[in-house]
DNA sequence: AAAATCACTTGATCTGGATCAATGTTTTTA
DNA sequence: TAAAAACATTGATCCAGATCAAGTGATTTT
C-alpha cells in the first residue's frame, strides 16, 4: 500500500526505516469508487490525500449550473482543497474519482505533528510545495498570456499522461475553454500533420 | 534593515535572537531605483529577495513585444522566479522595479545551508508556499472561471492596497486584461454606484 | 438487450474583450 | 520649465472562442 508513497518521498528526502514507521502511523488508506466523492462543497476538507492508484480530480460548479475542473491529480500525486485543509473553512469545491482510487489520507493534526516529529517530512513537503508552486506558476502564464490551442500544446506537453487517462471535455474545462472549442483544436492540430 | 524581515518571519515562526542573528548572515542588502533590474530575461535567477520596502514586478514579452506581468511583491512579500531560482535554468522573465526598493537577497546555496542549519526557517518557508500556493489557486481559478469585471473586483477586494500603489496598466496585465478592457470595467463600476 | 446517459463532433450564430486609432493628462527627464 | 515619455480614456471595428443546436457513437444502467 505505501509502496509508491515511499518511493516518490525517498526521490526527494532520504527517510530511514523508522522514519517510515512513523510516518505510517499518520496515514489512513481508503479505496474510492468511480464518481465517489472524497469532499463536497459545503463540507471542511479534512484530509491531504496521497494517490497510490487511480485519478482524482477538483472541481467547482458556477452559478449557471457549469462545472469547472480545478485540478487533477495521478498516481504519485497529492490531492486536497489546501485553503480548506489548512484554514478549516468550509470548501467551495468537489472531489471525486474519475478512476477507481486509493489514497493514504493524513488529517491537518496528523499534518501538523508530523512537521514536528519527523522533521525530515517538513523538508519533503516544503520541496513538494516549491515544485507546486513553479507548476501553478505555468499554468498561470498559460491561462493569462496563450490562446486557446496554446494552452492546449502546452499541456499536452508537460503532461502527456493525462490525455491518456482524462474525458477531454474535462481537459477543455481544466484549460478553462468549451468542449466544442477543443474539439476543433484538435481537429485542426490533426490536420496540421 | 531587518525590521521588517522579522516582523514577517516572527508572525508564522518563532526565532530566538541567535537564530535572528544566524539568519541574518545569510541575507545581503541591496538598494533598487525605479526601473532598475534584479533580473533580466536569459540571466538564471541567483536570488531570492524579501522586499523591504518599495514595489517589485515580474514581467515577460511575447513574441510581438507585448508585455505580460506575472507578479509583484509589496513590502512584506518576496520576489523571484522560482523555477530559475530552484533550477539553476535561465529566466524567461524579467524581474524590475515600480518604486525604489529595498531588498534582502539570499542565494540558492545560501538558502539551502540555511534550510539545514536553522530548521525553523525550513518550517517559515513550508508555511510561506503553503499559503503561495492557496493565493496562486485562487488566481487561477479567477483566472479560468469568472469573467474580466469580475476578475477585477475580485483582485481589488483581496488587494485593496495594490490600486493604490500600481499602475492601471500593470494591474490589467496582471489579470490578463486590456488597459482599454480595464478602463470601460472602472467606468461601468463607478456608475454602478 | 433496451434505454438512458455520457463523450465527442460539426455547424450556425453571437459576444466579451481585443485591436486600432485618436486625444487628453500626468509624470519624468533634461 | 519645456519637451518627451508614460498613463489613461473613449470610440469604432473586429475576431477568438462561447453558446446554441443537432447528431453519432460508446458506455452504463436497469
Redesign the interface.
Known amino acids: 500500500m505505501f509502496k509508491l508513497f515511499f518511493t516518490h518521498i525517498n526521490q526527494k528526502v532520504s527517510l530511514t526505516a523508522a522514519e517510515q514507521n512513523e510516518v505510517k502511523t499518520y496515514f489512513t488508506p481508503k479505496k474510492l469508487r468511480r464518481k465517489q466523492y472524497l469532499l463536497q462543497e459545503g463540507e471542511v476538507c479534512r484530509y491531504l490525500a496521497f494517490v497510490e492508484k487511480g485519478v482524482l480530480r477538483s472541481y467547482?460548479v458556477?452559478a449557471k449550473g457549469g462545472e469547472?475542473m480545478?485540478h487533477f491529480a495521478l498516481e504519485g500525486w497529492w490531492m486536497a482543497d489546501?485553503?480548506s485543509f489548512?484554514s478549516g473553512e468550509p470548501s467551495n469545491y468537489n472531489i471525486d474519482a474519475i478512476e477507481d482510487a486509493e489514497l493514504l489520507m493524513i488529517t491537518l493534526e496528523g499534518f501538523e505533528q508530523m512537521?514536528v516529529q519527523v522533521?525530515r517530512m517538513?523538508?519533503y513537503?516544503?520541496i513538494l510545495?516549491?515544485n507546486?508552486?513553479?507548476s501553478?506558476?505555468?499554468?498561470?502564464?498559460s491561462?493569462?498570456?496563450y490562446s486557446a490551442e496554446e494552452k492546449y500544446i502546452r499541456l499536452a506537453e508537460s503532461n502527456p499522461q493525462l490525455m491518456q487517462r482524462i474525458p477531454l471535455h474535462l481537459i477543455a474545462s481544466y484549460?478553462?475553454i468549451t468542449p466544442e472549442t477543443l474539439s476543433r483544436i484538435r481537429k485542426h492540430l490533426s490536420q496540421k500533420k
Open positions: 467547482n458556477d469547472h480545478i489546501t485553503y489548512l512537521m522533521p517538513e523538508r513537503f516544503r510545495f516549491q507546486n508552486i513553479i501553478k506558476e505555468r499554468r498561470l502564464i491561462s493569462i498570456s484549460l478553462g
